[in-house]
C-alpha cells in the first residue's frame, strides 16, 4: 500500500507541474495555500475509484460531480450549471418577469427546504401558505437533498401551472397539501395606518420597483397626519431588492449615514452605502418588527434604521439570507454560481445565515398539541373561527407591544429633558 | 483473464502495470497519459481557483478538495461516501464496538439533548444518569447550539479523563450536576440472550462488529449450559456491518469447507469466495432466522447462506435487498473513502440487491406493531435496569397498555421450532424417516426437513 502511494506521487507531481504551468490566472497566494497538496490527494481519490469502484467511472463525470460537491459544501446557494445541451431551449435563460409569480421564498434551514415567506398579496400567501413551512413534496416529489436553485427558479418564477406543496407547519399534527396557482400580486408593496396617540404603522410586505415611492407616500400622508413615532412592520417581508431597500432607507437617515457595506473578497466587489439626506420621516421613536420571515432587502432595512435611528427591533431573529450572487462561465460553457458578497449591518454584523437578533424578543407562543381536542374537531373548528373573529376586532398583540414600547420611550424622552 | 482485462482497460505504459503488480495491488491508470484525466482536473482547478478568488469569504484549498470529494463519492451511489477524519474515527470506534465514553445512548428531543438510555455498568449508568435527563451544559458550555454529533464528540474522549455535565430532570426544580469519569465503552451487538420456552433459546445481533462473533460465543455457551435444544437467530432491523463478521456468524452454523458467499467486483482482486471452516461450532442446532425489511447486507448474507444451504428456516418478511459490498479506503491524510467494490452472491449464485432474501415462512407484522414491540422490549429494559429508588410507575403503566402487543413472527419461530422437535423425535425414534446428506455436509437435518416441508 505505502509502495503504491510513493509511486502515485511519482505519477502524479510532473502532472501537477505541468497543470500549474498551463494554468492562468491562479494568484501566488492560491499557488502556495497547499493547491499542490490538495490536488495530489485529488489525483489519488479519482485514480482510487476509477480503479475500485464497482462500475467504470469517466473522470469528466467525477470532475463534474467534484466542482457541484465543492460548491454545494460552501453554502445552500452557491451551485454548478453544467453547459447547456446544444438543444435546449429558451427554459435556460432567466426566469420570467414577475408579471405571473407564485409569489414565494424558500431556503435551505437546518437542511430542510422551508418557506421564508409567502409575499403579501401573491398567490402563494393567498392560498394560505405561511413562512417557516417545511416544504415535504413539490406535486408529489420529495424535495430532500435536493440542491436549492433546482426549486428556486421554480417556486418563485412558475411556469403557467399549478403547483401542489406538501408542507408540515410548527404545530399542527398532520402535514398540509398547498395548491398554488401563479398569478400577480395584487396589493401595495406598503401602506400605512395611524393608530391612537399619533403612533403610525408603516407596512412593507416587499422590495420592488414601487415600494420606495409607495413608501415616500405613506411617510408624507403621516407627516400630514402629524405621526410622532413609527412602527415599521417588516414581518414576513422575504428577499428583494436590496437597492430598494437602500432608496427607504434614505427615506428615514440623516445625510451621511451607513445604510449598510457590502463584503466580499474579490477586486470592487465590497461597497458601503450611506444615505443621500433625503430623509422625510424624522419624528421617532421608531419601532421595527422583524420575525423568522424577514429577510434579504427587508433585514438590510431593519439594519439601517437600528443604526440610524435607534430603531428598536422587535420580535424573533431574522431569517439571515442578505447576499450578492456572482455567475462565472467556465471555458467549456459551464457555469459556478456562488456567494461573492455579504451585507452587513451598520454595527458590522453580518446578516448572512446568522440573522439578525432583535433588542426586545418577543418568543413564540408554545405548541401545545392537546389530544382530546384533536378528537372533536366541531370544537377545535368553532375555537378557530372565534380566534379568527377576535384578530378582526382587535389589534395584532405584536403592534401593541410595540405601541406600548414607543409610549415608554416617549416618557422616558421627556424625562431627560426636563 | 483478468491481465487481458485489465490491460485494455488502461492501455499502454507498461512500467507502471509492471509496477503494481510487483507491489502486489490492482493496476495504477497509466496517468501520464491520460489526457481526459489531466483535462478534467485542469476542469476542477480552474473552478476552485474562481472560488478561492470570488467567494465571500476565505475558504482553504483543503476544505474545496475535500467538498470535491464529497460530491464526486456521494453521486456514485447512496452507499458510497467520502469521509473526512472526524467521521471516519467516528465510523471506525462504531464498527470496533469500542470507544471512551459515558455509556449512554443520547438524542435530540424537543431541542433538548435527551438521555435515552444509559448502558448497565457503564459510568453514566452508575452516577444515575436517567432516561429523559436533559443534558444542558457540557463542560460549562451550553448545549443549546450544539447537533447530535458534536454532542457525542463532546463526551466522548480519553478513558480515565473526566466530564462534568449538567442535567434537567423533569420534576426536579434544581439542576444535577455530574461528574462523571470516561471509561471504555463496548457497544453491545448481541442482545436479549436468552430461553424463550421450553429449551429453545434466543439472540439478536443488532449489528456485526468487530466482538460480535466473540459475544455470540459467549452467549450460545450460556444457553448451551442452559441446555438449549433449538435456536432463533433474531436479525431483524440489524442493518449489516463488517462483512467478514456475518461470514463468520453463518461459518458457525455450517461445516465442511462449503461456499457461504462470494464477491465479485469490477477488480479481480475482489472476486472471492468465502468457505467454511471444516468444523462449525453449532453444526446440528435447529435454528430459525428472523428477518424484515430493515435486516439488510450482513443479515442477508447470514440468512442467505442459511437458506441456499438448508440450515435454517427464514421466517418474517423480505429482508433490505443491499447486495453490494463497500471497501473504506484509508487516504494518506487520514480521511477515507467508502467506496462500492463488489456484489455479493449467494451460494447458489442469488443476487439480492434491490430484491432481498424472500422468507420461506413468510409473517408479517405492521409498522405499528413492530414500534411497540421495540417500545415494550425499551421499557422493559428501563423498568428492570433502572437503579433502585427511581420511580418507574409511569413506565410501568405503558408496558401494561402494552402487554397484549404480540410478536407473531417470533411466536410462529418458536411454533415452527417446537413441531420440529417432535417431528425428528418421531423420525429417529420410529426409523420413519432417514436423514438426507446435506449441501452443508455436517447438518443432521432436523432444520432441513422442517424447511422442505415449510414449502
Given at each position: 500500500m505505502r509502495k503504491r502511494n510513493r509511486i502515485s506521487v511519482w505519477v502524479t507531481l510532473p502532472i501537477v507541474l505541468l497543470l500549474l504551468l498551463r494554468?492562468?490566472?491562479?494568484d501566488v497566494q492560491a499557488r502556495e495555500g497547499g493547491i499542490y497538496k490538495s490536488l495530489d490527494t485529488m489525483c489519488d481519490v479519482m485514480d482510487i475509484i476509477q480503479r475500485d469502484y464497482i462500475e467504470k467511472v469517466s473522470s469528466e463525470k467525477l470532475v463534474t460531480d467534484a466542482v457541484q460537491g465543492m460548491l454545494s459544501s460552501l453554502d445552500s446557494y452557491s451551485h454548478f450549471a453544467p453547459a447547456p445541451e446544444p438543444t435546449a431551449g429558451p427554459s435556460a435563460g432567466a426566469p420570467p418577469k414577475e408579471a405571473c409569480t407564485y409569489g414565494l421564498e424558500v431556503a435551505y434551514k437546518d437542511r430542510l427546504l422551508t418557506v421564508v415567506s409567502p409575499i403579501e398579496y401573491a398567490p402563494a400567501w393567498k392560498s394560505g401558505l405561511k413562512s417557516g413551512d417545511i416544504i415535504l413534496k413539490i406535486n408529489d416529489e420529495a424535495t430532500e437533498d435536493r440542491p436549492l436553485f433546482e426549486f428556486a427558479h421554480q417556486l418563485r418564477s412558475g411556469a403557467g401551472k399549478d403547483i401542489t406543496l406538501q408542507v408540515a407547519r410548527r404545530g399542527e399534527r398532520d402535514f398540509i397539501d398547498v395548491t398554488i396557482t401563479p398569478g400577480k400580486i395584487d396589493g401595495p408593496a406598503a401602506r400605512s395606518d395611524m393608530l391612537d396617540e399619533k403612533i403610525g404603522v408603516l407596512r412593507i410586505s416587499r422590495f420592488d420597483k414601487e415600494t420606495a415611492a409607495r413608501t415616500a407616500e405613506c411617510l408624507k400622508k403621516l407627516n400630514a397626519e402629524k405621526a410622532h413615532g413609527l412602527i415599521v412592520d417588516l414581518r414576513d417581508c422575504p428577499a428583494g431588492a436590496v437597492s430598494s431597500a437602500i432608496e427607504v432607507a434614505d427615506l428615514f437617515l440623516p445625510a451621511g449615514e451607513l445604510v449598510t457595506t457590502l463584503e466580499g473578497r474579490a477586486q470592487g466587489v465590497s461597497k458601503e452605502f450611506k444615505s443621500n439626506g433625503k430623509a422625510i420621516f424624522k419624528s421617532g421613536p421608531f419601532v421595527v418588527l422583524i420575525n423568522g420571515g424577514t429577510s434579504g432587502a427587508a433585514e438590510v432595512l431593519a439594519g439601517a434604521l437600528q443604526g440610524g435611528v435607534n430603531g428598536i427591533l422587535m420580535g424573533q431573529r431574522s431569517f439571515g439570507c442578505a447576499f450578492e450572487e456572482g455567475s462565472f462561465t467556465l471555458k467549456d460553457g459551464s457555469m459556478i454560481s456562488m456567494i461573492t458578497a455579504v451585507y452587513q449591518t451598520p454595527y458590522g454584523l453580518e446578516i448572512q445565515a446568522e440573522g439578525i437578533d432583535p433588542d426586545v424578543e418577543i418568543p413564540l407562543p408554545p405548541v401545545v398539541l392537546d389530544i382530546d381536542e384533536e378528537e372533536i374537531p366541531e370544537k377545535k373548528a368553532a375555537e378557530k373561527k372565534e380566534k379568527e373573529e377576535d384578530k378582526g376586532k382587535e389589534l395584532d398583540p405584536m403592534i401593541r407591544r410595540a405601541m406600548d414600547l414607543i409610549k415608554g420611550v416617549r416618557i422616558v424622552a421627556r424625562e431627560e429633558e426636563k | 483473464m483478468t491481465t487481458r482485462t485489465l490491460f485494455r482497460v488502461f492501455g499502454g505504459v507498461a512500467v507502471a502495470c509492471a509496477v503494481s503488480f510487483l507491489s502486489g495491488s490492482a493496476l495504477l491508470?497509466?496517468?501520464?497519459?491520460?489526457t481526459q484525466l489531466r483535462d478534467s482536473l485542469d476542469f476542477f482547478v480552474s473552478a476552485m481557483d474562481l472560488v478561492q478568488r470570488n467567494y465571500y469569504r476565505e475558504v482553504k484549498a483543503s476544505e474545496l478538495t475535500y467538498g470535491g470529494f464529497k460530491g464526486m463519492c456521494s453521486a456514485l451511489d447512496p452507499h458510497s461516501q467520502f469521509m473526512d477524519k472526524a467521521i471516519y474515527k467516528e465510523m471506525k470506534e462504531e464498527t470496533e464496538g469500542e470507544f471512551g465514553g459515558l455509556g449512554i445512548e443520547i438524542t435530540m428531543r424537543d431541542q433538548f439533548l435527551t438521555v435515552v438510555a444509559a448502558i448497565e455498568d457503564t459510568p453514566a449508568f452508575k452516577a444515575g444518569l436517567q432516561p429523559g435527563d436533559r443534558i444542558v451544559e457540557i463542560e460549562g458550555g451550553s448545549t443549546k447550539e450544539l447537533s447530535l454529533v458534536e454532542a457525542v464528540r463532546k463526551l466522548r474522549g480519553t478513558p480515565g479523563t473526566t466530564v462534568h455535565i449538567t442535567v434537567m430532570r423533569p420534576g426536579k426544580k434544581e439542576m444535577l450536576q455530574f461528574a462523571i469519569t470516561r471509561a471504555n465503552i463496548q457497544i453491545q451487538s448481541i442482545k436479549d440472550a436468552g430461553i424463550l420456552m421450553d429449551k429453545i433459546g434466543y439472540v439478536r445481533i443488532t449489528q456485526f462488529q468487530e466482538h460480535t462473533g466473540r459475544d455470540f460465543d459467549k452467549a450460545m455457551g450460556e444457553l448451551q449450559k442452559k441446555g438449549i435444544q433449538a435456536l432463533v437467530l433474531d436479525l431483524r432491523n440489524n442493518p449489516g456491518g463488517l462483512l467478514q463478521v456475518a461470514i463468520e456468524i453463518a461459518d458457525k452454523f455450517i461445516g465442511g469447507d462449503t461456499l457461504l458467499v462470494y464477491t465479485k467486483g469490477r477488480v479481480s482482486s475482489q472476486n472471492i469466495e468465502f468457505r467454511s471452516h471444516t468444523k462449525a461450532a453449532y453444526p446440528d442446532i435447529p435454528v430459525v432466522v428472523l428477518v424484515n425489511k430493515g435486516s439488510a447486507s450482513g443479515s442477508e448474507i447470514v440468512a442467505g447462506a442459511l437458506q441456499d444451504l438448508r440450515r435454517g428456516v427464514i421466517v418474517g418478511s423480505t429482508s433490505f435487498g443491499k447486495g453490494s459490498v463497500q471497501s473504506v479506503l484509508p487516504l494518506p491524510d487520514g480521511s477515507a473513502l467508502r467506496l462500492t467494490t463488489a456484489k455479493y452472491f449467494t451460494p447458489k449464485g442469488r443476487c439480492i440487491q434491490k430484491i432481498g432474501i424472500a422468507p420461506d415462512i413468510a409473517v408479517t407484522m405492521s409498522e405499528e406493531d413492530e414500534f411497540k414491540i421495540q417500545l415494550k422490549r425499551r421499557l422493559e429494559k428501563m423498568i428492570s435496569e433502572s437503579p433502585r429508588g427511581t420511580d418507574v410507575t409511569a413506565e410501568k403503566e405503558e408496558f401494561k397498555k402494552l402487554s397484549r402487543v404480540r410478536d407473531l413472527p417470533l411466536e410462529r419461530a418458536t411454533d415452527l421450532l417446537q413441531g420440529l422437535r417432535a417431528y425428528t423425535r418421531v423420525s429417529h425414534n420410529g426409523q420413519k424417516i432417514q436423514a438426507q446428506a446435506s449441501t452443508a455436509g455436517s447438518s443432521k437435518t432436523g432444520v432441513k426437513d422442517a424447511s422442505t416441508s415449510a414449502h
Amino acid at each position: 500500500m505505502r509502495k503504491r502511494n510513493r509511486i502515485s506521487v511519482w505519477v502524479t507531481l510532473p502532472i501537477v507541474l505541468l497543470l500549474l504551468l498551463r494554468l492562468h490566472g491562479i494568484d501566488v497566494q492560491a499557488r502556495e495555500g497547499g493547491i499542490y497538496k490538495s490536488l495530489d490527494t485529488m489525483c489519488d481519490v479519482m485514480d482510487i475509484i476509477q480503479r475500485d469502484y464497482i462500475e467504470k467511472v469517466s473522470s469528466e463525470k467525477l470532475v463534474t460531480d467534484a466542482v457541484q460537491g465543492m460548491l454545494s459544501s460552501l453554502d445552500s446557494y452557491s451551485h454548478f450549471a453544467p453547459a447547456p445541451e446544444p438543444t435546449a431551449g429558451p427554459s435556460a435563460g432567466a426566469p420570467p418577469k414577475e408579471a405571473c409569480t407564485y409569489g414565494l421564498e424558500v431556503a435551505y434551514k437546518d437542511r430542510l427546504l422551508t418557506v421564508v415567506s409567502p409575499i403579501e398579496y401573491a398567490p402563494a400567501w393567498k392560498s394560505g401558505l405561511k413562512s417557516g413551512d417545511i416544504i415535504l413534496k413539490i406535486n408529489d416529489e420529495a424535495t430532500e437533498d435536493r440542491p436549492l436553485f433546482e426549486f428556486a427558479h421554480q417556486l418563485r418564477s412558475g411556469a403557467g401551472k399549478d403547483i401542489t406543496l406538501q408542507v408540515a407547519r410548527r404545530g399542527e399534527r398532520d402535514f398540509i397539501d398547498v395548491t398554488i396557482t401563479p398569478g400577480k400580486i395584487d396589493g401595495p408593496a406598503a401602506r400605512s395606518d395611524m393608530l391612537d396617540e399619533k403612533i403610525g404603522v408603516l407596512r412593507i410586505s416587499r422590495f420592488d420597483k414601487e415600494t420606495a415611492a409607495r413608501t415616500a407616500e405613506c411617510l408624507k400622508k403621516l407627516n400630514a397626519e402629524k405621526a410622532h413615532g413609527l412602527i415599521v412592520d417588516l414581518r414576513d417581508c422575504p428577499a428583494g431588492a436590496v437597492s430598494s431597500a437602500i432608496e427607504v432607507a434614505d427615506l428615514f437617515l440623516p445625510a451621511g449615514e451607513l445604510v449598510t457595506t457590502l463584503e466580499g473578497r474579490a477586486q470592487g466587489v465590497s461597497k458601503e452605502f450611506k444615505s443621500n439626506g433625503k430623509a422625510i420621516f424624522k419624528s421617532g421613536p421608531f419601532v421595527v418588527l422583524i420575525n423568522g420571515g424577514t429577510s434579504g432587502a427587508a433585514e438590510v432595512l431593519a439594519g439601517a434604521l437600528q443604526g440610524g435611528v435607534n430603531g428598536i427591533l422587535m420580535g424573533q431573529r431574522s431569517f439571515g439570507c442578505a447576499f450578492e450572487e456572482g455567475s462565472f462561465t467556465l471555458k467549456d460553457g459551464s457555469m459556478i454560481s456562488m456567494i461573492t458578497a455579504v451585507y452587513q449591518t451598520p454595527y458590522g454584523l453580518e446578516i448572512q445565515a446568522e440573522g439578525i437578533d432583535p433588542d426586545v424578543e418577543i418568543p413564540l407562543p408554545p405548541v401545545v398539541l392537546d389530544i382530546d381536542e384533536e378528537e372533536i374537531p366541531e370544537k377545535k373548528a368553532a375555537e378557530k373561527k372565534e380566534k379568527e373573529e377576535d384578530k378582526g376586532k382587535e389589534l395584532d398583540p405584536m403592534i401593541r407591544r410595540a405601541m406600548d414600547l414607543i409610549k415608554g420611550v416617549r416618557i422616558v424622552a421627556r424625562e431627560e429633558e426636563k | 483473464m483478468t491481465t487481458r482485462t485489465l490491460f485494455r482497460v488502461f492501455g499502454g505504459v507498461a512500467v507502471a502495470c509492471a509496477v503494481s503488480f510487483l507491489s502486489g495491488s490492482a493496476l495504477l491508470p497509466a496517468r501520464a497519459s491520460d489526457t481526459q484525466l489531466r483535462d478534467s482536473l485542469d476542469f476542477f482547478v480552474s473552478a476552485m481557483d474562481l472560488v478561492q478568488r470570488n467567494y465571500y469569504r476565505e475558504v482553504k484549498a483543503s476544505e474545496l478538495t475535500y467538498g470535491g470529494f464529497k460530491g464526486m463519492c456521494s453521486a456514485l451511489d447512496p452507499h458510497s461516501q467520502f469521509m473526512d477524519k472526524a467521521i471516519y474515527k467516528e465510523m471506525k470506534e462504531e464498527t470496533e464496538g469500542e470507544f471512551g465514553g459515558l455509556g449512554i445512548e443520547i438524542t435530540m428531543r424537543d431541542q433538548f439533548l435527551t438521555v435515552v438510555a444509559a448502558i448497565e455498568d457503564t459510568p453514566a449508568f452508575k452516577a444515575g444518569l436517567q432516561p429523559g435527563d436533559r443534558i444542558v451544559e457540557i463542560e460549562g458550555g451550553s448545549t443549546k447550539e450544539l447537533s447530535l454529533v458534536e454532542a457525542v464528540r463532546k463526551l466522548r474522549g480519553t478513558p480515565g479523563t473526566t466530564v462534568h455535565i449538567t442535567v434537567m430532570r423533569p420534576g426536579k426544580k434544581e439542576m444535577l450536576q455530574f461528574a462523571i469519569t470516561r471509561a471504555n465503552i463496548q457497544i453491545q451487538s448481541i442482545k436479549d440472550a436468552g430461553i424463550l420456552m421450553d429449551k429453545i433459546g434466543y439472540v439478536r445481533i443488532t449489528q456485526f462488529q468487530e466482538h460480535t462473533g466473540r459475544d455470540f460465543d459467549k452467549a450460545m455457551g450460556e444457553l448451551q449450559k442452559k441446555g438449549i435444544q433449538a435456536l432463533v437467530l433474531d436479525l431483524r432491523n440489524n442493518p449489516g456491518g463488517l462483512l467478514q463478521v456475518a461470514i463468520e456468524i453463518a461459518d458457525k452454523f455450517i461445516g465442511g469447507d462449503t461456499l457461504l458467499v462470494y464477491t465479485k467486483g469490477r477488480v479481480s482482486s475482489q472476486n472471492i469466495e468465502f468457505r467454511s471452516h471444516t468444523k462449525a461450532a453449532y453444526p446440528d442446532i435447529p435454528v430459525v432466522v428472523l428477518v424484515n425489511k430493515g435486516s439488510a447486507s450482513g443479515s442477508e448474507i447470514v440468512a442467505g447462506a442459511l437458506q441456499d444451504l438448508r440450515r435454517g428456516v427464514i421466517v418474517g418478511s423480505t429482508s433490505f435487498g443491499k447486495g453490494s459490498v463497500q471497501s473504506v479506503l484509508p487516504l494518506p491524510d487520514g480521511s477515507a473513502l467508502r467506496l462500492t467494490t463488489a456484489k455479493y452472491f449467494t451460494p447458489k449464485g442469488r443476487c439480492i440487491q434491490k430484491i432481498g432474501i424472500a422468507p420461506d415462512i413468510a409473517v408479517t407484522m405492521s409498522e405499528e406493531d413492530e414500534f411497540k414491540i421495540q417500545l415494550k422490549r425499551r421499557l422493559e429494559k428501563m423498568i428492570s435496569e433502572s437503579p433502585r429508588g427511581t420511580d418507574v410507575t409511569a413506565e410501568k403503566e405503558e408496558f401494561k397498555k402494552l402487554s397484549r402487543v404480540r410478536d407473531l413472527p417470533l411466536e410462529r419461530a418458536t411454533d415452527l421450532l417446537q413441531g420440529l422437535r417432535a417431528y425428528t423425535r418421531v423420525s429417529h425414534n420410529g426409523q420413519k424417516i432417514q436423514a438426507q446428506a446435506s449441501t452443508a455436509g455436517s447438518s443432521k437435518t432436523g432444520v432441513k426437513d422442517a424447511s422442505t416441508s415449510a414449502h
